[in-house]
Nanobody, 121 residues
Framework: QVQLVESGGGLVQTGGSVRLTCAAS????????MGWYRQAPGKQREFVAG???????NYADSVKGRLPVSSDDAKSTLYLQINSLIPEDSAVYFC???????????????WGQGTQVTVAS
């Protein structure tokens, strides 16, 4: 079983930055990917960014270049740096762990409880 705990959310002004952290613990999958999703009020949860392994990342087209994801494999920790925040970035951000190779389009794997990011206009 994998446990994921997100942190770092909060209320931020437009144009500001926030760094989200996901700490994984428990019995990790042998080969896995970690990623971030977000869900805004009234919308479906969507993929944001994922770290495959050894520095290979995937990004949703809507955030590419603005929300860099990084990881510390030794600590089983995933980060998401959100820069130049806009109100549309307001959402609950979820951490996810899944078996390597499973498409980000699928709701699979383990999920954290989420951390709220609210961008004040």
């Amino acid at each position: 079983q994998v446990q994921l705990v997100e942190s770092g959310g909060g209320l931020v002004q437009t144009g500001g930055s926030v760094r989200l952290t996901c700490a994984a613990s428990g019995t990790m999958i042998n080969r896995y990917s970690m990623g971030w999703y977000r869900q805004a009020p009234g919308k479906q949860r969507e993929f944001v960014a994922g770290d495959i392994t050894r520095g290979i990342q995937n990004y949703a087209d809507s955030v590419k270049g603005r929300l860099p994801v990084s990881s510390d494999d030794a600590k089983s920790t995933l980060y998401l740096q959100i820069n130049s925040l806009i109100p549309e970035d307001s959402a609950v951000y979820f951490c996810n762990v899944r078996a390597l190779g499973v498409s980000w389009k699928l709701e699979r794997g383990y999920w954290g409880q989420g951390t709220q990011v609210t961008v004040a206009s």
